[in-house]
């Protein structure tokens, strides 16, 4: 069962990750004052100063998920693949 549902649970957890980039509000709230989170150091960055470090990570979490969605992609045709073969 664990093949046929792999692709599935893959890009859940992918999109898990990724989403969770996203959740300044739940940081400020779990974090505590010594923890530096990502999303925290961007939203601080951009409220008091713009850096060019924003940005680039900004464009790679882009480009980690267009790269996340061209391989749950590919793991869902490889999927489909192969319940047509063996049906």
Same mark, same amino acid.
């Given at each position: 069962?664990?093949?046929?549902? #792999?692709?599935?649970? !893959? &890009?859940? =957890?992918?999109? $898990?990750?990724? +989403? ?25 960055? #951009?409220?008091?100063? !713009? &850096?060019? =470090?924003?940005? $680039?990570?900004? +464009? ?28």
């Amino acid at each position: 069962m664990l093949p046929l549902i #792999l692709p599935g649970v !893959l &890009s859940g =957890a992918a999109f $898990a990750f990724v +989403t969770s980039f996203d959740e300044v509000v739940v940081v400020q709230f779990l974090a505590s004052a010594g923890q530096r989170t990502m999303p925290l150091e961007m939203f601080v960055g #951009l409220r008091e100063k !713009l &850096s060019p =470090a924003i940005t $680039a990570a900004a +464009t790679m979490m882009m480009g980690l998920s267009i790269l996340l969605l061209v391989v749950a992609n590919l793991l869902a045709q490889r999927g489909q693949g192969r319940r047509t073969v063996g049906a």
